[in-house]
């Protein structure tokens, strides 16, 4: 279910800050580290750099684009990490 229209997006005060800190000092280039993985990505994050907490590591997300405003920080750190599928099991017994 989708969060009410009256409500505001959510985005975690801590980033606010850290984003609204490296706008007015010129901090461009440093990763903004982010552990809320539900906050949701703002306009006045364009162009700043981001390290998403996966749970185990830090994952480097540049906010380049506008199609990435709306989306959740945690939908560009993945938490788990694929594989593979296993091979054929029957062609290996032959």
Not at 76 to 88: A, L, M, Y
């Amino acid at each position: 279910m989708s969060r009410s229209a009256w409500k505001p997006p959510f985005c975690h005060p801590s980033i606010l800050k850290s984003v609204n800190n490296a706008l007015n000092k010129g901090f461009v280039n440093m990763a903004i580290k982010v552990h809320s993985r539900a906050s949701v990505i703002l306009p006045n994050c364009l162009g700043l750099k981001f390290a998403v907490y996966n749970g185990k590591d830090y994952i480097p997300v540049n906010v380049n684009d506008q199609n990435m405003i709306g989306h959740k920080f945690g939908e560009f750190s993945p938490t788990r990490k694929f594989t593979g599928h296993s091979g054929d099991k029957k062609a290996t017994r032959r």
